[in-house]
């Protein structure tokens, strides 16, 4: 391993380089929808974002539940053509997800690379940070995206379409959604940032939606992708895994029961990648394909992550031993060490 | 089958430079109710259309020709979605009018983005909106938007160009080097009770005037814009809640310390 180069370096230069894309890419890819790369993206980039290269999947899942099947089903019209744009659209989604499975969240999506970009400033201003959550936590939380997703993004649009709700919750996801708000206002767009007094669910909404994400960005400069845990994006992927061509893999050793590297290297706290002894394909639900579990881990091969069948990445006791090195000059690197090691310096004491 | 009407009222007054018009007659619709034509018919009234060349262009650059009934047009299903230009026009000989409207109509997916229809020259003379709202958006009150003036396909520089309400604003600039004007559509509505939606329809239009030798163009783009929502929505409001939010998080982060820290 080159003394700088790592996997997580590579990851956060490709976060970079999808963030501006699909943030600011419309430039070159056009304004309109249309001029959209594939309307179904199997990440967090916002339509609300009007400069934006790609919008996801969760945005036309809503609508055409609103205004296709909803509207079918209230109306005794064809089922059939009610459906049918959401095949259209998840057929969409699947053509991308097979590529890079879950990895859309680890590397891709816009949200979850501003979370790990807090993270470190997190880290950097010398705040403590939860290296991992407790097992109860994380048992609790995973539920809730599942909840928001057959919810926010499939129950309420749909009810709303068949006339049970109001408009207002047509798209209740989005209105919740903080890569709405971040990514418009990268753009200079502070135009989603409001409480809305039209009405109780709008004033609910916008309340929520504002308070999610404060909360979010406190939360991230200390707790290691707090929205991820809960994006019903993440359940999306997590139903359709199975058939991704990128997937992490275990060949488990009887060590892999002890040292749990892998598990307090995860960002999503998977303990089951240190746990599970049986599982060859143990990407997990909550995975996002990082491949912080394999740069952790110090045996030979036991992670690996697997194009197909053909091995990407593996883990090394060569690679571990310096990317634990890496890591730990990482860390020991922050602005208050700075300002400690300069005020000790003589003559750089400010009067 | 079902028809809706576009019932938004312009003044005659509204309509400085051209004969023709786009109006309609009936009670105004709130936005939501224009909103959900979901590919239907859609009636346009078009005043002193009489004699009128009337075109609708779809989003896949195809037009159809379209009859003046009872001082309006029918817009038929076309099935496919996207912006459709109506388009009118009446020839003087001296002197050609025309008036354009662009219309977002749901159907099944055209597949072809507004840019093609607002790069296309429809007409000698005409105002293109650079851009047009985005599928699914549309004009709304303090807003800036901006068009291009152009003749013959050609951007035209140092031309005033008015921008009229159906509210009563009036507004006037003159086109740069590329043909190009922006206006800040005026919040104009009358009556808007801050904090509460309002969900009323208002026109503007954009007008300009070009001569080449003896003859005269006059040219219209008409519009419909909504209440800004600004009225309703609060960003202040919404920068304290962030803040509460930031505030909270900085909390349970803090009590998390005792028990997940490392």
């Known amino acids: 391993m080159n003394s700088i180069l790592n996997l997580s370096l590579l990851r956060k230069l490709v976060q970079i380089g999808a963030f501006v894309f699909f943030v600011y890419g419309g430039l070159v890819t056009g304004y309109y929808l249309e001029d959209k790369i594939s309307r179904s993206l199997p990440a967090l980039s916002c339509a609300y974002d009007h400069q934006g290269a790609d919008l996801c999947t969760l945005i036309p899942i809503q609508h055409q539940m609103d205004h296709r099947l909803g509207e079918a089903i209230a109306n005794g019209g064809n089922l059939m053509m009610g459906i049918m744009p959401t095949l259209i659209t998840l057929g969409t989604f699947l053509l991308l997800f097979v590529v890079l499975n879950k990895a859309f969240c680890g590397w891709i999506c816009p949200l979850g690379s501003f979370q790990e970009i807090l993270q470190i400033i997190g880290q950097k201003l010398g705040l403590r940070r939860h290296e991992s959550l407790s097992e109860n936590l994380v048992e609790r939380i995973r539920p809730v995206k599942w909840f928001i997703l057959l919810l926010l993004v499939f129950a309420f649009p749909l009810l709303t379409g068949m006339g049970m709700l109001n408009h207002d919750l047509g798209d209740p996801f989005c209105r919740i959604c903080p890569s709405r708000i971040l990514t418009t206002l990268a753009t200079g767009d502070s135009s989603q940032i409001y409480l809305d007094t039209a009405n109780t669910t709008t004033i609910v909404t916008s309340l929520l939606a504002d308070f999610l994400f404060g909360l979010m960005i406190a939360l991230a400069l200390t707790v290691r992708q707090p929205f991820c845990r809960i994006c019903p994006m993440l359940a999306m992927h997590a139903v359709f895994r199975k058939i991704g061509l990128l997937r992490l893999v275990k060949n488990a050793t009887p060590r892999c029961d002890r040292c749990g590297l892998c598990a307090k290297a995860c960002p999503m706290d998977i303990r089951e990648i240190h746990t599970d002894m049986e599982s060859r394909n143990v990407t997990f639900e909550d995975c996002t394909l990082c491949g912080r579990c394999v740069e952790f881990c110090p045996d030979q091969d036991v992670l690996q992550l697997k194009y197909t069948r053909f091995p990407v990445f593996s883990s090394s006791p060569h690679y571990f031993k310096q990317r634990k090195k890496q890591q730990s000059q990482w860390q020991k690197r922050t602005l208050i060490g700075w300002f400690r090691k300069r005020s000790a310096i003589p003559g750089t004491e400010s009067s | ?262």
């Not at chain 2, 224009?34 to 078009?46: D, F, T």
């Not at chain 2, 140092?158 to 043909?179: F, K, Y």
């Not at chain 2, 009770?193 to 080449?212: A, I, N, W």
Request: net charge neutral; no cysteine.
């Open chain 2, 1 to 262: 089958m079902y028809r809706r009407l576009l019932a938004v009222v312009i003044s005659a007054s509204f309509l400085p430079l051209t004969g023709i018009s786009f109006a309609a007659d009936g009670e105004s619709l709130p936005a939501e109710a224009a909103h959900n034509h979901r590919g239907g018919e859609k009636r346009i009234i078009l005043e002193n259309g009489e004699d009128a060349v009337i075109t609708l262009w779809k989003p896949d650059l195809t037009t159809e020709p379209l009859t003046l009934e009872h001082g309006g047009v029918t817009l038929p299903k076309t099935g496919m979605d996207n912006y459709h230009v109506i388009l009118a026009e009446k020839d003087w000989g001296d002197h050609k009018e025309v008036v354009i409207r662009y219309e977002y109509r749901h159907g099944p997916p055209s597949k072809q983005s507004p840019s093609r229809l607002t790069a296309q020259q429809k007409t000698e003379f005409e105002i293109v909106p650079a851009p047009i709202p985005r599928e699914h958006y549309r004009y709304h009150s303090q807003q800036r938007w901006g068009f291009v003036v152009r003749f013959e396909g050609q951007p035209v520089g140092g031309l005033e160009v008015e921008l009229q309400t159906s509210n009563g604003s009036h507004l006037s600039v003159t086109s740069d080097a590329e043909g190009r004007v922006e206006f800040l559509i005026p919040d104009d509505f009358p009556g808007v009770v801050k904090g509460e939606r309002d969900r009323r329809l208002g026109q503007f239009s954009v007008s300009s005037e070009y001569h080449q030798g003896d003859r005269r163009y006059t040219t219209q783009l008409s519009a419909d814009y909504r209440v800004s929502p600004s009225h309703w929505q609060s960003t202040r409001l919404g920068l304290l809640i962030v803040g509460f939010g930031f505030i909270a998080g900085s909390v349970i982060g803090r009590v998390k310390k005792g028990g997940d820290g490392k």
